[in-house]
Antibody
Framework: QVQLVQSGAEVKKPGSSVKVSCKAS????????FTWVRQAPGQGLEWMGG????????RYAQKFQGRVTITTDESTSTAYLELSSLRSEDTAVYYC???????????????WGQGTLVTVSS | EIVLTQSPGTLSLSPGERAALSCRAS???????LAWYQQKPGQAPRLLIY???SRATGIPDRFSGSGSGTDFTLTISRLEPEDFGVYFC??????????FGGGTKVEIK
């Protein structure tokens, strides 16, 4: 069973950027897609976007267009989320998750990372 | 974008009882592209059901999903104490964006 291990908690200033990583165990990295979902304190789940590593293709939620970049590094089996122009409303736990499909990000998610808390505060 | 509305907001039931959680879509979900997740406090969500009615690996058969179009239901046939948590539905059939419902909290009496 694949494990997704995310980087540690971050504290950022408004206007800055954050980059969160998600390392996948196993050697089938390019057989899946990866996505990022966030959850503000006490709130529901919000999809941010996803990537299909074998094609390098990405899709982002309209809300985050222009502020979010999702990338992967096949050599280290790691997916990344970068979010720029941070504001207090971006304070949330950010989850990576695996998409059990190699052709589309429009899918369900079968494995999740443990989450990374990003706090945006002056 | 499709809006998913989950009801009730909170469900308080005793062990052994049956739970029925509703997820209603603002427009028809293409195919049966709907999933259900369980989330416990401080934990990541866990996939329970995909394609509206298929159980994910390792999920007990007391969990079942049904529905199509705009109305979907997650049923827990006999609640166990470990079934407490928040349940989210997610649609992934309709572009441009996949979406989650607001969640139903299941409390065990």
């Amino acid at each position: 069973q694949v494990q997704l291990v995310q980087s540690g908690a971050e504290v950022k200033k408004p206007g800055s950027s954050v980059k969160v990583s998600c390392k996948a165990s196993g050697n089938t990295f390019n057989s899946y897609g990866f996505t990022w979902v966030r959850q503000a304190p006490g709130q529901g789940l919000e999809w941010m976007g996803g990537i299909i590593p074998i094609f390098g293709s990405t899709r982002y939620a309209q809300k985050f267009q222009g502020r979010v970049t999702i990338t992967t590094d096949e050599s280290t089996s790691t997916a990344y989320l970068e979010l720029s122009s941070l504001r207090s409303e971006d304070t949330a736990v950010y989850y990576c998750a695996r998409i059990p499909h190699m052709m589309t990000v429009m899918h369900y998610f079968d494995q999740w990372g443990q989450g990374t808390l990003v706090t945006v505060s002056s | 974008e499709i809006v998913l509305t989950q009801s009730p907001g909170t469900l308080s039931l005793s062990p052994g009882e049956r739970a029925a959680l509703s997820c209603r879509a603002s427009q028809s979900v293409i195919g049966t592209n709907l999933a259900w997740y369980q989330q416990k406090p401080g934990q990541a969500p866990r996939l329970l059901i995909y394609d509206a009615s298929s159980r994910a690996t390792g999920i007990p058969d007391r969990f079942s999903g049904s529905g199509s179009g705009t109305d979907f239901t997650l049923t827990i046939s006999r609640l166990e104490p470990e079934d407490f948590g928040v349940y989210f539905c997610q649609q992934y059939g309709t572009s441009p964006s996949l979406t989650f419902g607001g969640g139903t909290k299941v409390e065990i009496k």
